[in-house]
DNA sequence: TTGAAAGCGCTAACAA
DNA sequence: TTGTTAGCGCTTTCAA
């Protein structure tokens, strides 16, 4: 016959139950070695291949982690989940990756479609959610971890930052460097929520210090912004604000595209232009000059996550209240912005 | 009671049979249209949510589709996973991502647990393969694709480009250019195996111009290579070969690096020396001066190998032979590579 | 259009 | 240390 060996196959041909070829391929199980070893090697001379999906069923354990980011194409989040994957697989997890394109429709949809695979926990990217989602969410029974956000009204578990106040920090440190016509480009608030937090944020920090930020935002379109967008943004900003003296943009790369507009158009940064970014990108600490950002350490938030998740799935019991992991970002200055 | 509800507890409430709660999740069953809505309403309200795990055991589709990639930090594999993944979703197909760290042996393993749960079809990046990776794929029965190169022996179907041509193509382009004293920057060739097919390529095309190639090889190290590891090694190629005019770097972030670092020493490109990269990034398009690099459009791996996929699990019948579409990289001339 | 019975491939629970 | 029995939550198959 030509379909694949299951462990019934595996059991007759060495002469055991399949329980007891079950337990050979469990690491702590009682089975003699001898058993056990050979076993294994009928299994693999056979080409018998474990079937998690049945083992998973009866055992109601699917070993999954499901995860909703906005976009693959975004090196701080897939730093997130390749940190996130690295340590889950060290407790034998597999992640389910899902993108939801920056649409918390398309968000709902897919959580759906992932809570239908029997995920042991679910990570979801930011704070907003339709309010489907966040009852699925609730009713769903596993742990719920928001990450790359602090809400102010969280599901479960949340491990991230204020986006906001990462803004702050970078208008403090520009006001500190003497600027104080400062804009800032970002992408359609509509969509990137995370980006309207960071605008939300720049807004607050300039009336902190008595400045309008309000008035200098140019939109670059949808998310996640590209470097040619940034560059358009800053044409478009020299045209409408021509007096601005810095620019900050949503993320790293619509900084760089900025920057080399701005040597296009032969301005000397930091002197004619300061230009700051986000994400802690090596582009970022590479390019010439160094552009300002600030790093919110994508790489501490996934290990930060599969550490709570480990966390939450080994202790057997129900869980009182829901823990909250603040991430700290860094500002790390760069030639850009230092006049 | 608390655990969450199945399908039994739905055709209860509902007042039929399992089957029919079943019948009324499909779209193309014989229910009527009001049990079908009657059934989805009480479901709905009763939070129970569709369990695949089971669906998936009993009908023998997992709906899964496997997919290995060295490092999702590297833009082109996330591009092409991007894509395949959004066609795939539109056939209601779901990837199951794994990453092998440029190990052929963690490939290995990976592919091992990947096949566990029970995909459809597997897609893995490039030729080579540990012994026990090339049989075991064999043995799953399933389709398998390989991408990202043209191996000469491939495994079954195939969906690539020769990395070492594109470089044939880099050398002929400095040359007509009248470069002659090309250098080569890349990883460590045991691990990045598409790494190592480009520095061949460049080898021979540099000997087909009577040049040689060989001599002028730096080592990044341990793929990917970042920006900075590209400016490292553009440091030590002009301590080792001060007389360099051109450098061809494995990739466009390594290029970039190497570019930082030439203007960091005040070397006019690309008068003093010319920089070529690999990938098509959009960083290549908007550095100043821009970069001259090869596209091998990342994005139409992706789209071809969803489309092959399809078009593999669709057609009842057993395919005679392997299916093999050659993808064409674009060369995309900079000011970087122009004197 | 609906339902009853059987079973997908594995493991929990218990027995020997 | 090994085996037996039952069943995880669905869908296939057949019957009404």
Redesign the pocket.
């Known amino acids: 016959m030509d379909?694949?060996p299951?462990?019934?196959?595996?059991?007759r041909a060495a002469?055991?139950?399949?329980?007891?070829?079950?337990?050979?391929?469990?690491s702590d199980?009682?089975?003699?070695?001898?058993?056990?070893e050979k076993v294994r090697e009928i299994a693999e001379k056979m080409g018998?291949?474990?079937?998690?999906?049945?083992?998973n069923?009866?055992?109601?354990?699917s070993g999954f982690i499901a995860v909703t980011i906005p976009t693959i194409d975004n090196g701080n989040f897939s730093d997130t989940v390749g940190s996130l994957s690295a340590h889950l697989n060290a407790s034998g997890l597999q992640i389910l990756l899902g993108y939801s394109d920056y649409s918390i429709e398309k968000e709902e949809e897919l959580i759906e479609q992932l809570l239908r695979r029997r995920p042991e926990a679910i990570v979801v990217t930011g704070g907003r959610h339709t309010e489907r989602t966040r009852r699925l969410l609730k009713q769903a029974g596993i742990p719920v971890v928001e990450m790359w956000d602090l809400p102010t009204d969280p599901i479960d578990h949340v491990v991230g930052f204020s986006n906001a106040s990462t803004m702050e920090m970078m208008v403090d440190h520009l006001v500190e460097q003497g600027y104080q016509r400062i804009a800032f480009v970002g992408g359609d608030t509509v969509w990137d929520t995370r980006g309207a937090d960071r605008r939300r944020g720049f807004v607050t920090g300039m009336a902190r210090h008595g400045l309008s930020g309000q008035a200098r935002f140019i939109a670059g379109g949808k998310p996640p912004i590209s470097m040619r967008q940034g560059a358009d943004a800053m044409t478009e900003l020299l045209e409408q604000y021509p007096d601005t003296e810095a620019v900050i943009c949503v993320s790293d790369p619509a900084a760089f595209g900025a920057t080399t507009e701005c040597m296009r158009r032969g301005l000397v940064i930091p002197q004619d232009m300061a230009v700051a970014g986000f994400g802690g990108y090596e582009l970022s600490s590479i390019s010439h000059p160094t552009i300002t950002t600030v790093d919110p350490r994508p790489m501490d938030i996934g290990s930060q996550t599969a550490k709570l998740i480990s966390f939450l799935l080994n202790s057997a019991e129900r869980h009182e209240g829901s823990k909250r992991v603040e991430i700290s970002p860094v500002l790390r200055p760069g030639a850009s912005t230092m006049r």
């Not at 199980?29 to 056990?36: D, E, I, N």
């Not at 018998?48 to 083992?55: E, K, L, P, Q």
């Not at 069923?57 to 354990?61: G, P």
């Open positions: 379909r694949p299951t462990m019934k196959d595996v059991a002469g055991v139950s399949v329980m007891t070829v079950s337990r050979a391929f469990k199980r009682s089975v003699s070695q001898q058993t056990r018998y291949v474990f079937d998690s999906t049945a083992a069923l009866r055992s109601q354990k």
